[in-house]
């Protein structure tokens, strides 16, 4: 059997930007047409395209939950100061700190870590107290600056 042979039966591969059958000689690796360029020398990369349309709505919806993540941030450490670490639900919804928009939530020994950017609120059982802590588990540098 010829090596050069044993791809032959898989389905021709398109381009994932716009559909065009890829050259059958190309790269194995290839996902794209290759670049080429118009008459008037202007470049068509669907490679480059095809990024930039996936990229964007992902880019602006994580950089607008690192905004909120960043602002929810802010309040806490406002309410720390303000109040300290010891805080009542009142005081949360005060301060629009929505335990419900932590980045993740955890159940142990009865009590429920709502973890934010930089701190954990810690709900005390039959209470409404909270108590706030800093950790660095997401940024992990060591420093609650
Ligand atoms: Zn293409």
New binding site residues.
């Given amino acids: 059997m010829d090596a050069a042979n044993q791809f032959v039966y898989l389905p021709e591969k398109t381009?994932r930007?716009?559909g065009?059958p890829l050259p059958g000689n190309s790269t194995a690796r290839r996902d794209?047409?290759p670049i080429t360029y118009d008459q008037n020398g202007k470049p068509r990369d669907?490679k480059s395209a095809y990024h930039r349309e996936k990229g964007k709505p992902d880019r602006d919806m994580l950089a607008s939950i690192t905004a909120n993540h960043k602002a929810i941030c802010s309040r806490i450490e406002y309410l720390i100061n303000t109040i300290g670490q010891e805080v009542t639900t009142k005081d949360l919804d005060t301060y629009e700190i929505n335990l419900i928009e932590c980045i993740e939530a955890k159940k142990l020994n009865g009590q429920t870590y709502w973890y934010f950017i930089k701190h954990v609120i810690v709900n005390q059982p039959f209470s409404n107290l909270h108590k706030i802590e800093r950790h660095d588990k997401y940024t992990n540098n060591g420093s609650n600056a």
Avoid: A, S
């Fill in positions: 381009c930007y716009c065009t794209f047409c669907c």
